[in-house]
């Protein structure tokens, strides 16, 4: 309990002797380490258990060749400056060193644990994709523990990351029940307006359309007629107004007028 403000300077050590003596007695009565740390520190202060590894041994192996696998000083503190401008908790973990550095302390290096062990660093430029499966650890060891003992520590960030191919190659498999798995006759090429980009409804509105005239254009001999006996035959298409692709003999007519009929 604090005091209240304004009080004695009697007072206020008074007050801070019995919450000493209270915290000493809570830790007396306790028996076990994490009783003891929050009696004396608070139940806020977050206590860290000790921990038995089961790949401790992998990973000693692992840390003895951090120089091994290029993994240098140099070469850990340009991986941290680069990760810690994507990932916050390298950035404020980066920000640490950078302080402590100010101060005057020792920079705060990671040694690094590849596993399997061996090869190259996974975190150096490569030019051939490295395999997958591989596990990168950067450890901070401010006594050099062993990690096949019981240890205790915090994970600052982790992360899975995805080498791309250099080269891959896609496609689209549509199954579709055809009669005797006959080949298309028909190819429909749709083409955008010149003022209008490409769209998913647009591409539906094209494909809508030409079923409809397919539908319109469907017809038999019977309802052409007379027309009936010049099929099959040739349509080209005409558009005077330019708004589509036509088919236009003006200039070849003008070129040789024989060709124009006599009424």
Do not use: C, Y
């Amino acid at each position: 309990m604090f005091p209240a403000p304004g009080a004695s300077l009697e007072e206020r050590v008074t007050r801070a002797l019995a919450e000493a003596k209270s915290r000493l007695d809570a830790a007396d009565a306790a028996t076990a380490a994490e009783e003891i740390v929050a009696a004396v520190l608070g139940r806020d202060v977050v206590f860290w258990p000790r921990i038995t590894v089961a790949s401790g041994a992998a990973l000693d192996t692992a840390l003895a060749a951090t120089s091994a696998i290029g993994a240098t000083p140099a070469a850990v503190r340009a991986w941290l400056h680069s990760a810690a401008r994507v990932r916050e908790p390298l950035a404020r973990w980066r920000q640490l060193a950078l302080m402590t550095g100010a101060f005057g302390r020792d920079d705060i290096g990671f040694e690094i644990a590849q596993i399997p062990h061996g090869g190259r660093w996974i975190a150096l430029p490569f030019e051939k994709r490295p395999p997958s499966g591989i596990i990168s650890l950067a450890m901070l060891r401010p006594t050099s523990a062993s990690i096949a003992s019981a240890v205790s520590g915090i994970a600052v960030d982790e992360w899975t990351e995805i080498v791309p191919d250099a080269k891959q190659t896609t496609g689209i498999a549509v199954h579709h029940d055809a009669p005797n798995a006959e080949a298309p006759q028909a190819l429909l090429v749709a083409v955008t307006p010149p003022t209008v980009p490409w769209s998913a409804d647009l591409l539906v509105e094209a494909v809508r359309e030409t079923v409809d005239l397919a539908k319109i254009r469907a017809v038999d001999t019977d309802l052409l007629g007379s027309l009936g006996q010049l099929l099959p035959t040739i349509f080209l298409p005409a558009n005077s107004a330019g708004d589509a692709i036509g088919v236009r003999f003006t200039a070849e007519l003008e070129a040789a007028p024989a060709l124009i009929a006599e009424p």
